[in-house]
């Protein structure tokens, strides 16, 4: 499967849940090792399309993933990305965002490089993991403590739909020409049926097409 004309390099987008609200998108999240400025601004792009078509955002906000909020936080790509984010059209920059903003509706889309990205996506995962682990455990710690984690579940079973990785099962690799879902190495059933899903939904709403009439007509390309 190769690339859509005009793209540099494509990119991983994985779903970050936010409590009550629509999941931001992440990507780069392990692509691209490395990455160029003006590959973040069609990270933006694609990000802003896949944010739109799949979770029904009409204005995603971009945020940059960076060390602080301020414009000149950051290494050189950073830096540099910023002035060409901001200055992209069709793209509702919104500056830099950081790493406590990855769960916070601050920025629907947060690009990045693909190390920086995965290394974020891997600690929310162990994070997440940790947390439940604990609570769960904590519910059975003591026979007193049944009856009031009984009274809870039923508020928490819905949030934890929300967080775990096979509800949305999978990321897509946008820039490739074709629909692409990536599943984790530890996907069930669950996970695999709503990558089925998400993968027909996006055919049928025609999210390759439209990132690639994006790309060819960005400033140029």
Not at 185 to 197: C, D, E, F, R, V
Request: include cysteine; charged fraction near 20%.
């Amino acid at each position: 499967m190769g690339r859509v004309k005009g793209v540099s390099r494509p990119a991983i987008a994985t779903p970050i849940p936010v409590p009550g609200h629509q999941p931001n998108i992440l990507l780069d999240a392990g692509a691209n090792a490395e990455v160029q400025p003006e590959w973040l601004v069609q990270f933006a792009q694609m990000g802003s399309i896949y944010a739109r078509s799949r979770f029904d955002i009409a204005e995603p906000k971009v945020g940059l993933l960076s060390i602080g909020e301020e414009p000149g936080k950051g290494d050189t790509l950073r830096k540099e990305a910023f002035e060409l984010l901001a200055a992209a059209p069709g793209i509702e920059f919104i500056g830099n965002v950081e790493g406590r903003d990855m769960m916070k509706k601050t920025a629907d889309v947060v690009v990045t490089d693909g190390f920086t990205g995965n290394v974020v996506l891997k600690t929310l995962e162990g994070g997440l993991r940790t947390l439940f682990t604990a609570l769960l455990e904590a519910f059975g710690a003591d026979p007193d403590y049944k009856e009031h984690a009984d009274a809870l579940l039923p508020a928490l079973l819905p949030l934890y739909a929300q967080m775990t990785p096979d509800t949305y099962g999978g990321a897509m690799l946008l820039g490739v020409d074709g629909v692409c879902i990536i599943s984790h190495g530890s996907s069930g059933s669950t996970a695999m049926l709503n990558a089925i899903k998400l993968g027909h939904e996006m055919a049928e709403r025609g999210l390759v097409q439209e990132i690639a009439a994006a790309i060819s007509a960005a400033p140029g390309d």
